[in-house]
């Protein structure tokens, strides 16, 4: 199975991007439908956006708009594209991977942060 790592992450103020990437080591990386998650202190881990293998999105209510998801199969990299960040952005952000007939993912980053400063 594939080992994911993620980068950067970073200290923005409001308003500003920040882009993440997520490479994944191992092969058939194009059979893993890949995902953005974050968890915020004191709260639970939730969905950022996610994609499949042929490039189908979905997207949090909260990020919808402001957020890319994409995905280079050939590079085995994942990015999130972040625009007009928000301080409840701030979390810590993983990479995570899964098979398409899983409900949720099985293969996790370390995480990286993102704090949003007001």
């Known amino acids: 199975q594939v080992q994911l790592v993620e980068s950067g992450g970073g200290l923005v103020q409001a308003g500003g991007s920040l882009k993440l990437s997520c490479a994944a080591s191992?092969?058939?990386?194009?059979?893993?439908?890949m995902g953005w998650y974050r968890q915020a202190p004191g709260k639970q881990r939730e969905l950022v956006a996610d994609?499949?293998?042929?490039?189908?999105?979905n997207y949090a209510d909260s990020v919808r708009g402001r957020f890319t998801i994409s995905r280079d199969n050939a590079k085995n990299t994942m990015y999130l594209q972040m625009n007009s960040l928000k301080p409840e952005d701030t979390g810590v952000y993983y990479c995570?991977?899964?098979?398409?007939?899983?409900?949720?993912?099985?293969?996790w980053g370390q995480g990286t942060q993102v704090t949003v400063s007001s």
């Open positions: 995570s991977a899964k098979r398409s007939w899983l409900a949720v993912p099985n293969i």
């Open positions: 191992g092969s058939l990386f194009v059979i893993y439908s």
């Open positions: 994609i499949t293998g042929g490039g189908s999105t």
